[in-house]
C-alpha cells in the first residue's frame, strides 16, 4: 500500500470512526441533559412525585447502558469475524433509527403507561448499538494509527464523546433560552432526537468509504486460530478496573450534574446547563494532549495521574458547587477542572484498552470491558447518586461516588506496563 493511500485510509478509519461515536454520545447527552423534561413527559402521573419519576427515567437511562454488553458481544463477534466495516455500518444505522424514534414517542398524556415503556423499548435498542460501537470504532482508529501515535488516534474517540456531549449540551441550552418552558416541555426536548437521523445519514455516508483495518486483513489471510478465551476474559475484568473511574467520573461529571444540580442543589435549569457545558469544555481540552503525552511516557502516569486527582478533589469541588457564598466564576472553574481530570482518563484509555487484546479478539475484548464499565458505573450513576441522596439527604453522595471508584482504579491502572505504548498490537 502507498503512502499516500495510508495516509488516505488512516484519515477516513479516524473521521468515521469519530462521526459514528459522535452522534452515539450526543444523543446519551441529550438524555441526560433534558432527563427532568422527560420525566414529566414519559414517567409522571398523579400518584408519581417529581423525585421518583427522575429516578425511573435514570432506570431507562441505566436499562441501556446494560444493554451495551450483549450490543458488545453481539456485535463484537461480528467484527471480529467478518470485519470492523461492515458491523460498524450496521451498528450505525441501528442507533440512528433508535435514536430518531424517541423524538416522535407519545407521551404519558397521550398513551398513558404505555408511554415509558416504549421509551425504555427504544432504549434498549440504542443500548445495543452503542455496545457495537466503541470496540470497533477503537478498533479501526488504533489499527490504523502508525507507529508512535496511537494514544493521538484512540485519543479521536474520546475527543468526540465530549464534542457530542458539547452539542447536546449546547443545543439544550439554546432551546431552554429560546423557548418557553411549556413549549420546552410540550415539544422542543424532541429537536435534539430527530436531528439524529440527518447526522446518521451523514456519518452512513462516510462509513460506507472506510477501508477495512490493516490488522483484521492480515489475520483473515493468515487464517490466525481463535484467541485464548481464558486470557481475553482475564483482560476483560482488568480492563473493567481499569476504566471504571472514568466511567464513574466522567458520567457523574459530565452527564448527571445537571439533574444533581437542579434537585439537589436548586438550580436553574439554564445555570445547570452552562455548568455542564464547562465541565465538557475542560474535559474536551485535556483529551488529545493526554493522548499524545501518553505516547511520550507511557498510559500508566498519565491514567493514574487523572485518577488520583478525582480522589483528590471530589469533596472540595463539590463543597464548592454547594457553598452559597462562593462566585459563580469559582464554581464555573470547578466544574472546568472536574472535566480536565476526566479527561486524562479519557485520552489514553481507547487506547490503552486496545493494547490489551489481540486483533482476533478486539472488538469483542475492549467493547466488552468498556460497555460493561459503562453499564455498572456510568449508565448507574444517575440512579444511584439520585436515590442514595433521597435516602440519605446527604448532597455529598457524587464525591463519594468518584473517589472511591478512581481509587480502585489507580491499583488497576498500576499493573500497566510502562512500554505498551510502544510495542506493536498483537495479532
Known amino acids: 500500500m502507498s503512502t499516500a493511500v495510508e495516509t488516505t485510509s488512516r484519515r477516513r478509519s479516524l473521521v468515521a470512526g469519530a462521526v459514528g461515536n459522535f452522534v452515539e454520545w450526543y444523543e446519551f447527552g441529550a438524555y441526560g441533559f433534558f432527563a427532568t423534561v422527560i420525566a414529566a413527559n414519559f414517567f409522571s402521573s398523579t400518584s408519581t412525585s417529581d423525585a421518583e419519576s427522575l429516578i425511573k427515567t435514570y432506570a431507562s437511562f441505566a436499562l441501556a447502558f446494560f444493554f451495551r454488553p450483549v450490543g458488545a458481544a453481539v456485535f463484537g463477534r461480528v467484527g471480529d469475524r467478518i470485519g470492523r466495516r461492515p458491523t460498524l455500518i450496521l451498528v450505525l444505522l441501528l442507533m440512528t433509527v433508535s435514536t430518531t424514534l424517541i423524538g416522535l414517542l407519545p407521551t404519558y398524556a397521550t398513551v398513558g403507561a404505555a408511554a415509558p415503556w416504549l421509551l425504555t423499548l427504544v432504549r434498549a435498542l440504542q443500548g445495543l448499538s452503542a455496545g457495537g460501537e466503541f470496540g470497533g470504532a477503537v478498533s479501526i482508529m488504533t489499527e490504523f494509527a502508525p507507529k508512535g501515535k496511537r494514544g493521538l488516534y484512540g485519543a479521536w474517540q474520546s475527543l468526540t464523546v465530549a464534542l457530542g456531549l458539547l452539542v447536546g449540551a449546547g443545543l439544550a441550552a439554546v432551546l431552554a433560552t429560546v423557548l418557553s418552558q411549556q413549549a420546552l416541555t410540550d415539544w422542543g426536548w424532541r429537536v435534539p432526537f430527530l436531528l439524529a437521523l440527518p447526522l446518521g445519514l451523514v456519518a452512513l455516508f462516510l462509513r460506507l468509504r472506510l477501508d477495512e483495518t490493516p490488522n483484521f486483513a492480515k489475520v483473515q489471510q493468515e487464517a490466525a486460530p481463535p484467541a485464548d478465551k481464558v486470557e481475553v476474559v482475564r483482560a476483560i475484568a482488568l480492563g473493567i478496573g481499569r476504566l471504571m473511574g472514568w466511567s464513574a467520573a ?22 445547570a446547563l452552562v455548568a455542564t457545558v464547562l465541565a465538557n469544555l475542560g474535559f474536551a481540552v485535556s483529551i488529545m494532549p493526554a493522548g499524545m503525552l501518553s505516547d511520550r511516557i507511557g498510559r500508566r502516569p498519565v491514567m493514574v495521574t487523572g485518577a488520583a486527582l478525582v480522589v483528590v478533589l471530589a469533596f472540595p469541588l463539590m463543597n464548592l458547587l454547594q457553598d452559597q457564598e462562593s462566585s459563580t466564576a469559582a464554581k464555573g472553574i470547578a466544574v472546568f477542572v472536574a472535566g480536565l481530570v476526566v479527561g486524562l482518563m479519557a485520552g489514553p484509555g481507547p487506547a490503552m484498552l486496545a493494547e ?64 505498551d505504548h510502544r510495542r506493536e498490537l498483537r495479532d
Open 250 to 271: 466522567g458520567y457523574t461529571f459530565l452527564v448527571v450534574m445537571p439533574s444533581y444540580l437542579q434537585a439537589t442543589l436548586n438550580a436553574t435549569f439554564q445555570q
Open 356 to 419: 490489551m487484546f489481540p486483533t482476533r479478539a478486539r472488538y469483542t475484548g475492549l467493547g466488552l470491558a468498556y460497555s460493561l464499565s459503562n453499564a455498572v458505573f456510568s449508565g448507574s450513576a444517575g440512579l444511584i447518586i439520585t436515590e442514595l441522596i433521597k435516602r440519605t439527604k446527604n448532597v455529598d453522595i457524587p464525591a463519594y461516588y468518584v473517589a472511591v471508584t478512581c481509587a480502585v482504579s489507580v491499583l488497576a491502572l498500576l499493573t500497566l506496563r510502562g512500554d
